[in-house]
């Protein structure tokens, strides 16, 4: 069956430290997306692709990258990790198309910045 | 001000009760509105969806949009306490004129639900 997966389900990291997250999908999506979901914010877009090579930025950004080398694929960095990154990333993937398009998500990777 | 407003609860009602979420947006582009359900330490799936305003039920869930109000609803009737859960709306804009979604989602806060026995 077709999927999403995520790696590492959970992480512990010192603050200043480079941190990647991955993100595979088999669907063969075109469009995948980064998430963060903290207490009293729900789930907030970090980053999205809508194809290889491209990459655009979400609302909360700042001091995250990506990038997207293939289809299956959408790696989450954290250049220098912080305690305000402790949170849990989820993945996300989409085909594009007319009308509604679900999006499925991935298990989620719990990150803790000490 | 956040672009979509969800209460967090918590709520707890007892089985069989009728639930009643809800949440409200600001962005008029919106057009297509759904719900998510968030079970402990899993992703979130797919519950209902709905474009543009209307009813739609499945089973025990309907969804209702207004659009002139900016409100959405979803409705749980008998409810169980498999149904004890994070329970997400989430809002997507139309990129293009053809309709075409790519399934970029706007959420709100997300409400936990305890039903009890």
């Known amino acids: 069956d077709a999927e999403i997966t995520q790696s590492p389900r959970h992480k512990i990291t010192e603050t200043g430290r480079q941190v990647t997250l991955a993100c595979h999908q088999t669907?063969?999506?075109?469009?995948m997306f980064w998430y963060r979901q903290d207490l009293g914010h729900g789930l907030r877009l970090i980053h999205y692709?809508?194809?290889?090579?491209?990459?655009n930025k979400g609302e909360v950004s700042d001091g995250y990258s990506v990038s997207r080398s293939n289809t299956e694929d959408l790696p989450l960095t954290l250049e220098s990790a912080a305690s305000s990154q402790t949170s849990v990333y989820f993945c996300?993937?989409?085909?594009?198309?007319?009308?509604?398009?679900?999006?499925?998500f991935g298990q989620g990777t719990r990150l803790t910045v000490v | 001000q956040k672009e979509v407003e969800q209460d967090p609860g918590p709520l707890s009602v007892p089985e069989g009760a009728i639930v009643s979420l809800n949440c409200t947006y600001s962005?008029?582009?919106?057009?297509?509105f759904m719900w998510y359900r968030q079970y402990s330490r899993k992703g979130p799936e797919l519950l209902m969806y709905?474009?543009?305003?209307g009813n739609k039920e499945d089973g025990r869930f309907t969804a209702q949009v207004d659009k002139s109000s900016k409100y959405i609803s979803l409705f749980i009737r008998d409810s169980q306490p498999s149904d004890s859960a994070t329970y997400l709306c989430?809002?997507?804009?139309?990129?293009?004129?053809?309709?075409?979604?790519?399934?970029?989602?706007?959420f709100g806060q997300g409400t936990i639900l305890t039903v009890h026995p």
């Open positions: 962005n008029s582009a919106f057009q297509y």
């Open positions: 669907w063969n999506h075109n469009n």
């Open positions: 989430a809002m997507s804009a139309l990129l293009d004129a053809g309709g075409t979604s790519y399934g970029k989602l706007t």
């Open positions: 996300a993937s989409s085909r594009t198309q007319g009308g509604n398009t679900e999006a499925f």
């Open positions: 692709s809508y194809g290889v090579h491209d990459t």
């Open positions: 709905t474009y543009s305003s």
